[in-house]
């Protein structure tokens, strides 16, 4: 199966990716960051047949020639887990968010996936291939954080594109999945914590206790290889009947029910 991973030079793009390889995939890694591209080319090299494509998701051509690049790489691409990078103010309050800053993160998580869904679509469909995609997301769109509020609020619909995409073309053999993701130990994670920490004068430490591993009775982050299990299914036909489905992967840290 030939796997494109969008957001995938590290973090949580690069750990799956390397998961599904390790799970004899076929894969392309896309990244903005040439230097972060090739480093995690290099590490990947071991588990599998891995391919690289610089890209920008912010604009249209960027994506097209994700798309096409891609394609010719793999002989087709047979499905797409899309990831995200942050949104490059948060974590930030609302109102301390620019227009500039809505319009990243409108680009990001709504404009970009729509856009690169249909064009994945579209070739699925001129060459009667069948084709699988799963978006990867985060349980805050259910129980939103106040620093992320920004990509909690534009991510939100790719729930709906994932189930409207399964209704429209899953007679053509077309299905699609959004996971909902809780906490990994991710460069980003860390990252966005730390700068939290420094905001509120509180020592990094304490605030990954408590607003990490403080919030699942398991009391750790989620482990890579679960995520992959999770993604290696989904893109296999054992998941056909689950199509447009919504899946929690959080260690309970949520306390919502989904219904």
Request: charged share 25%.
């Amino acid at each position: 199966m030939g796997v494109l991973v969008t957001a995938a030079s590290r973090g949580v793009g690069f750990n799956v990716a390397r998961e599904l390889l390790k799970r004899n995939a076929r894969v392309v890694l896309s990244s903005h960051n040439d230097e972060n591209l090739q480093r995690a080319m290099e590490e990947l090299a071991g588990f599998g047949e891995v391919c690289a494509v610089k890209a920008d998701l912010r604009r249209s051509g960027g994506l097209e020639n994700l798309l096409g690049r891609s394609w010719e790489l793999l002989g087709g691409v047979d499905a797409l887990v899309w990831n995200a990078p942050n949104v490059s103010c948060e974590p930030c309050l609302i109102h301390e968010a620019s227009y500039q800053d809505w319009l990243e993160s409108a680009k990001i998580h709504s404009v970009a996936p729509g856009y690169l869904t249909g064009l994945l679509v579209r070739r699925w469909l001129e060459t009667g291939r069948k084709g699988v995609l799963v978006y990867l997301n985060s349980v805050s769109i259910k129980e939103p954080m106040s620093p992320l509020l920004l990509a909690d609020t534009t991510r939100a619909g790719l729930i709906q594109l994932a189930k409207g995409l399964s209704r429209a073309y899953g007679r053509e053999g077309i299905r699609a999945y959004s996971v909902l993701l809780g906490s990994f130990d991710t460069p980003g994670a860390r990252e966005n914590l730390k700068k939290v920490a420094g905001t509120r004068g509180e020592p990094f430490e304490k605030i990954w206790e408590r607003e990490v591993l403080g919030r699942t009775p398991l009391h750790r982050t989620g482990r890579w290889n679960e995520l992959g299990s999770l993604i290696a299914f989904l893109l296999s036909d054992q998941a056909e009947y689950m199509l447009g489905s919504t899946v929690v992967v959080d260690g309970a840290m949520t306390r919502a029910v989904f219904l």
